[in-house]
């Protein structure tokens, strides 16, 4: 068993490791303060790469394995969880249905510009009345000759109405199967067609500086060339969707408790009381042991789920486990990362504030921690 880097993937850690510290933690407060979605710094992740790192270089990918691209996303959220966010879903929820589930003619006509960042794409699943329940959706579908109609709305969709945002991923009702089932479909909708409106969300506790967008569909036509895959495969593509996503949060879960170390050893370190540095009394030192433990976990179940998918192996159980892992010892790194900052913990000029917020997310998005343990529960076999 190797569980060493390779010189590419430990050269891209460190170059998006530089980029964050150098280009998004100077402005991350004041994006999160004033609910900012940043043009220039998504510009300049798509000139580092890290749109379409798994995308071959055909589509003007990066060509990178997925582990490689779990990296990227750890760095981000090391720093500021809303560019992880940003770039987590343009790559995970954007560009992978298109790529993995698209004809030729798809990919060739929007992965290009989504690759390099010049568009970002959304991924429209979750519904007011269908957010652990996705086959309730209500938004639905009917041909109508050749164009798809489309009426109904999405809630909590991410780059979704930013002035690059170039479209988004539908999943509606498109009739009963043959068991009485929902038949779902996924349709690719450009910004600008008539019918489709996308609303920026404001008032967010977390990733403030990221998009998040409700969608509106109102007799919404799209030519029959937009049905993504074939009919009635929508469920099967959200869930192999889910399963990647997953481990982007798994990332943010990673590298968010990863910034939370970091912030409080060195404040730790720094304070001084009862005439010694904090880190050095017992119930402190333990927090920081705790927090190192559970990392130095978390990220081997993750970089092993990575592995798994890389080698074309089954990854969903690894998957579930991994964002529900990450996920929670993030939640318990931040924690702890205030309580050590004390006081100070609880302004906004200590930016371990900012990560205890954006913590939440990570325990609700893309699979509540209750339905992880189901989706667990299942592929284990209890029932």
């Not at 933690?25 to 940043?38: H, N, Y």
């Not at 960042?117 to 007011?128: A, Q, Y």
């Not at 652990?132 to 991410?158: E, L, Q, Y």
């Not at 798994?250 to 005439?275: I, S, T």
């Amino acid at each position: 068993m190797d569980f060493s880097l390779s010189m590419e993937q430990e050269i891209l850690r460190e170059s998006v490791r530089v980029f964050a510290e150098k280009e998004i933690k100077p402005v991350a407060r004041m994006l999160d303060e004033s609910e900012t979605f940043s043009y220039e710094l998504t510009k300049a992740m798509g000139e580092l790469g890290l749109f379409g790192t798994f995308v071959s270089e055909q589509y003007n990918g990066q060509e990178l394995d997925y582990l490689s691209y779990i990296i990227a996303v750890e760095e981000l959220a090391r720093v500021d969880a809303s560019q992880a966010a940003t770039v987590a879903a343009a790559n995970s929820l954007g560009i992978g249905p298109i790529y993995y589930f698209g004809n030729e003619e798809q990919r060739k006509k929007y992965l290009p510009r989504l690759c390099t960042g010049e568009l970002l794409w959304g991924f429209g699943l979750t519904e007011p009345d269908a957010g652990s329940d996705a086959a309730a959706c209500r938004t639905h579908a009917g041909m109508d000759g050749d164009t798809w109609v489309i009426n109904g709305s999405k809630i909590f969709i991410t780059n979704a109405s930013t002035d690059i945002s170039g479209g988004v991923t539908v999943m509606a009702l498109t009739g009963k199967r043959d068991d009485g089932r929902n038949e779902l479909s996924c349709f690719l909708v450009e910004s600008g067609t008539p019918g489709y409106t996308a609303q920026p969300m404001h008032g967010k506790m977390m990733w403030r500086a990221s998009n998040t967008s409700t969608l509106y569909f109102e007799d919404c036509r799209v030519p029959k060339e937009n049905l993504l895959g074939k009919r009635g495969e929508g469920f099967h593509q959200m869930l192999a969707t889910l399963d990647g996503g997953r481990l982007s949060i798994g990332a943010m879960g990673l590298g968010g408790a990863q910034g939370c170390y970091d912030m409080a050893m060195k404040y730790a370190k720094e304070r001084v009381q009862f005439g010694r540095p904090i880190s050095t009394f017992q119930a402190n030192a333990f927090k920081l042991a705790d927090m190192a433990m559970e990392i130095e976990c978390a990220r081997l179940l993750l970089y092993r789920a990575c592995w798994l998918r890389d080698q074309n192996k089954p990854f969903s159980k690894e998957a579930a486990m991994a964002k529900l892992y990450c996920s929670e010892v993030m939640y318990r790194a931040a924690n702890h990362a205030v309580q050590l900052h004390g006081g100070y913990g609880l302004m906004k000029e200590y930016d371990v504030e900012r990560f205890y917020r954006d913590q939440k997310l990570l325990e609700i998005g893309e699979g509540t921690s209750e339905i992880m343990r189901i989706v667990i529960a299942r592929l284990v076999g209890a029932y």
